[in-house]
C-alpha cells in the first residue's frame, strides 16, 4: 500500500514544473508529478519521505499556491 | 494515509466509461468523474497519476478483457470455417454484452491514446488470428490476401452489424434488430467469398 499525498496548487506552466522538479530533487523526493489538465493543478506524491505540512511549506516558499487537496 | 478501496476503484472505472462514451473525451475531467462517483478529487489521485493515466489504464484494462474474451477458448488449429465461426460467436457476444466498450473504444479511436492500446491489443490478436491463418493458407483453405482485405471481408460486416443492432436502426434508418438467423445468413456469405 502506497502513501500518496495530493495537494491543490497553481503550478500551471513548463517553467513552473521546472522550479517544482528542482524543488522534489532538493527534498529527494523521486516520484512525483503535476496534472496541469486538471483545473487544481494536482501535484501528487508518492512515498514522500516528509511531513505533508512540510510540502506545502517547501512549495509555497518557492511562491506557490499549495494546500492538500481533500 | 489514504487506502485503496476496490469497490470505489470499480465504481471510477464504470462511472469514467459511461461518461467518456456519453459526452467525449473532450469533455472529459477528473473533476467531473469525482462528482459522478460521489467522491473527492484526491481519492481519484490515489488510484491513478492524471487524467492520462486514468485513461490509458481503463482502456487497457478494457482491452485485455476483451481480448482474453475473444481469444479465451479460440483453437489456433481450427478449420477456416470453424475457427472464422468461433470469432464470430465471441466477439459478437463481447459487444452485445458490453455495448459501453465498443462506444468507449470509438471515443478513443481518433486520440493520442489510441497508439498504447493498439500495442497491448495488437500483440495477442496478431500471435494467435497469426498463427490461425498461416495454418488454414497452408491448408490451401484460404488464398494469402493483404490484412485489410481479409479483414474487410471476414469481419467487418460483423461489426457493421453490431452498430446497426446498437443503433437499433439500419440503412436509411430502417429499424432493425440483430437475430441469428441475420447474423449467420452473413456469415455464410463472408465464408463462401473468403474460402478458395
Redesign the interface.
Same mark, same amino acid.
Given at each position: 500500500?502506497q =502513501?500518496?499525498l %495530493?495537494f491543490k496548487t497553481n503550478i500551471h506552466s513548463i517553467e513552473d514544473l521546472f522550479t517544482v522538479g528542482q524543488i522534489m530533487t532538493e527534498i529527494g523526493i523521486k516520484d512525483w =508529478? %503535476?496534472?496541469r489538465?486538471?483545473?487544481?493543478c %494536482?501535484l501528487?506524491i508518492v512515498e514522500p519521505d516528509c511531513s505533508c505540512q512540510e510540502l506545502i511549506d517547501v512549495v509555497t516558499e518557492a511562491g506557490f499556491y499549495c494546500q492538500e487537496?481533500? | 494515509m489514504r487506502t485503496r478501496n476496490t469497490q470505489k476503484e470499480e465504481l471510477v472505472k464504470q462511472k469514467a466509461i459511461e461518461l467518456i462514451v456519453k459526452e467525449g473525451l473532450e469533455n472529459f475531467s477528473v473533476n467531473k468523474l469525482a462528482k459522478a462517483c460521489g467522491i473527492s478529487v484526491a481519492t481519484i489521485y490515489i488510484y491513478y497519476k492524471d487524467k492520462d493515466d486514468l485513461i490509458i489504464k481503463i482502456a487497457a484494462e478494457e482491452a485485455k478483457k476483451q481480448t482474453e474474451s475473444v481469444l479465451g477458448d479460440f483453437d489456433p488449429e481450427a478449420s477456416f470455417e470453424e475457427g472464422l465461426r468461433m470469432q464470430w460467436k465471441n466477439r459478437s457476444s463481447y459487444m452485445l454484452q458490453n455495448p459501453l466498450s465498443a462506444l468507449f473504444f470509438e471515443q478513443l479511436r481518433g486520440s493520442a491514446y489510441i497508439d498504447e492500446i493498439y500495442d497491448i491489443i495488437v500483440t495477442e490478436f496478431k500471435k494467435v488470428m497469426g498463427a490461425f491463418m498461416k495454418n488454414v493458407i497452408a491448408r490451401g483453405e484460404v488464398e494469402p490476401l493483404p490484412l485489410e482485405v481479409f479483414w474487410s471481408v471476414a469481419f467487418a460486416p460483423l461489426y457493421t452489424l453490431v452498430r446497426f443492432h446498437a443503433e437499433g436502426k439500419s440503412i436509411g434508418g430502417k429499424p432493425f434488430t440483430l437475430t441469428d438467423a441475420i447474423l449467420w445468413q452473413t456469415f455464410d456469405h463472408v465464408v463462401k467469398g473468403l474460402r478458395k
Open positions: 500500500m =502513501n500518496i %495530493v =508529478n %503535476v496534472d489538465q486538471d483545473i487544481d %494536482v501528487r487537496l481533500e | -
